[in-house]
């Protein structure tokens, strides 16, 4: 299918994005793009829903629209693509645009099996261009703060690890019958797996042991459906961390870490929206996060300026953005997090540990590199 021609105006800034799915993630990537990331454009959205990925182009000045990905791909214009269509497209896409030599951006998970992401992998490696996953938690201040000093040491060796995610809620879920099976692993937690993995960077998960059950919306569990969940982590190096999710919490949008090792405990995570408190009769109180737009707002901005800098330098020759710490996930770390919730599922299915399936060495060295 042809584009549909929103306007005709130029854009001129350097790196040319098409983004794939135009839904809640999606259409917040697509804001950023056009108003907050430096050095790149808004050049064409893709979605079958093409009637609000126009409505979305129009309000943000973006050129071209189109119900198949495949145009995008195809357009010799876009210099790279942000995927946030349904997990279960994004393998295909992956393989699909870095094989049209377009760099990648994919919203979590990379994929839905390891073989399909391992195919996607390897077209991202075969063509040169730059992956990068939605791992947005890495870009947020107090985790950048968190990772920091471990990298410093200031943890020392690490022990226990904790990591945990709680959806805002209001105690039900009204589309709980339509979310994908095995979601709180493959789409939420994998988040948690990705911040256990970066903060104790080095060490691989060896075994994972997963409950869950269905105790938000327990009328759904015998369907399989899954809302809170606890995964035990047994790492490399010998730590061991919790992992742990729900998707109705009352009070917010609540995302923590912490790593507590030989010499200390290093926590991150922002409890309160604002800085601000209510000291009233009542007692104590301040407004929480509600969001995940609310809480990572910078961070989900960030993530794609980062992805912005290394594909300019890249196509320009220069030097990658550095730091003091490794900060953009790459395929080793969308592999790495994805073996884990799946070994979750089967965890869940058998009732005990399971192994966690190893990675192939050129990426357990790629992550070593820290790329
Ligand atoms: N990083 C985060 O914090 C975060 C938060 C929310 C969602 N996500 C991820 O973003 C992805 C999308 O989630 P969402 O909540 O935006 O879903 P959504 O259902 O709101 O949006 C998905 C969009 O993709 C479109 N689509 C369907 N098939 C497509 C295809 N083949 N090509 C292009 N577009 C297609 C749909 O029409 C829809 O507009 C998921 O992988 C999800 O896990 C990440």
Redesign the pocket.
């Known amino acids: 299918m042809a584009y549909i021609e929103q306007h005709s105006a130029g854009l001129s800034a350097p790196v040319k994005v098409g983004l794939?799915?135009?839904?809640?993630?999606?259409a917040f990537h697509a804001e950023s793009i056009a108003r907050r990331v430096p050095g790149a454009v808004l050049a064409a959205i893709?979605?079958?829903?093409v009637e609000?990925a126009q409505a979305l182009a129009q309000s943000l000045g973006t050129a071209k629209v189109t119900a198949d990905?495949a145009d995008i791909l195809a357009d010799p214009e876009i210099d790279a693509v942000v995927i946030?269509?349904?997990?279960r497209?994004?393998s295909a896409?992956i393989t699909q645009a870095a094989a049209a030599g377009k760099h990648v951006f994919c919203?979590?998970?990379a994929g839905q099996g390891l073989d399909e992401l391992d195919a996607a992998l390897a077209a991202v490696e075969k063509a040169g261009v730059h992956f990068q996953i939605?791992f947005?938690r890495r870009y947020a201040d107090d985790f950048q703060a968190a990772k920091k000093d471990l990298a410093a040491g200031i943890a020392g060796q690490p022990q226990l690890l904790r990591s945990l995610t709680r959806d805002p809620g209001n105690g039900s879920i009204p589309n709980a019958a339509r979310v994908p099976a095995w979601t709180v692993f493959l789409?939420t937690l994998i988040?948690d797996f990705d911040t256990l993995n970066w903060f104790n960077e080095g060490a691989e998960p060896v075994e994972v042991y997963a409950v869950a059950d269905a105790l938000v919306e327990p009328k759904l569990r015998d369907q399989g459906f899954l809302d809170t969940a606890v995964v035990t982590i047994r790492y490399s190096n010998g730590a061991i961390a919790v992992a742990e999710a729900n998707f109705s919490a009352l009070y917010g949008y609540d995302i923590r870490g912490e790593v507590f090792g030989s010499k200390g405990m290093v926590q991150a995570g922002r409890a309160t929206e604002t800085a601000a408190r209510r000291y009233t009769a009542e007692g104590l109180s301040a407004d929480t996060p509600r969001l995940?737009v609310e809480l990572?707002r910078q961070a989900?901005t960030d993530e794609l300026a980062d992805f912005a800098a290394t594909v300019r330098a890249q196509r320009d020759g220069t030097p990658p953005p550095s730091g003091a710490f490794t900060l953009t996930p790459g395929a080793a770390d969308a592999r790495r997090a994805l073996a884990m919730a799946l070994a979750c599922i089967e965890s869940v299915k058998q009732g005990g540990p399971v192994a966690v399936a190893a990675a192939p060495v050129a990426l357990r060295d790629d992550a070593r590199a820290g790329v």
């Open positions: 794939i799915g135009s839904g809640w993630m999606g893709a979605d079958p829903n609000s990905a946030a269509s349904p997990a497209f994004h896409l919203e979590k998970p939605g947005n789409e988040h995940n990572f989900y």
